[in-house]
T-cell receptor, first 111, second 113 residues
């Protein structure tokens, strides 16, 4: 069964450093997403991506965040200058239309 | 009013019990509806989509009432493996190829032997 994969599973970084989180969506899906979940809180939408551009972003997705689909398979989330409050699980998801399938997540710890 | 509201639980039930989860949503423009399950520190996994006509998948039955903006999930004959957090999720199409999921905080279920 096809699945979304993410790397790394855990990333530890110092405040102010840049991080890139990587995702390989399901191959025939056209819509890609990033969500985050702070420990103990609900899953929150960050950004959606379709046809090689951002289609919607939330208030959380400020200028420190960017997404890219550098080739036909990868989908990345970059945080330019991490803050302590960026510590969370980051989930990538992909969908054909309605049903979104999530990757296993990257746990980001900012120290 | 929260966009998607669920009883946080926890629901502690014996094996074999029937348990029901309820959810309300505030955005009447929501277009599709789902139940996901999430195990501790894992990703949300799609359990089932929810349709107005109601739908069933084995021991799981989901219902949607658009007029009341209410979604439910019924689990019959609970198994130990059903222990997880159940997330009520609504999907809104906001144009330009964007489908945005809004999650509830989830209801924690513990099935006890």
């Amino acid at each position: 069964e096809p699945e979304v994969t993410q790397t790394p599973s855990h990333q530890v970084t110092q405040m102010g450093q840049e991080v890139i989180l990587r995702c390989v969506p399901i191959s025939n899906h056209l819509y890609f997403y990033w969500y985050r979940q702070i420990l103990g809180q609900k899953v929150e939408f960050l950004v959606s991506f379709y046809n090689n551009e951002i289609s919607e972003k939330s208030e959380i997705f400020d200028d420190q965040f960017s997404v890219e689909r550098p080739d036909g398979s990868n989908f990345t989330l970059k945080i330019r200058s991490t803050k302590l409050e960026d510590s969370a699980m980051y989930f990538c998801a992909s969908s054909d239309i309605h049903e979104q399938y999530f990757g296993p997540g990257t746990r980001l710890t900012v120290t | 009013r929260k966009e998607v509201e669920q009883d946080p639980g926890p629901f502690n039930v014996p094996e074999g019990a029937t348990v029901a989860f309820n959810c309300t949503y505030s955005n009447s423009a929501s277009q599709s509806f789902f139940w996901y399950r999430q195990d501790c520190r894992k990703e949300p996994k799609l359990l089932m989509s929810v349709y107005s006509s109601g739908n069933e998948d084995g021991r799981f039955t989901a219902q949607l009432n658009r007029a009341s903006q209410y979604i439910s999930l019924l689990i019959r004959d609970s198994k130990l493996s059903d222990s997880a957090t159940y997330l009520c999720v609504v999907n809104r199409y906001s144009g330009a190829g964007s489908y945005q999921l809004t999650f509830g905080k989830g209801t924690k279920l513990s099935v006890i032997p």
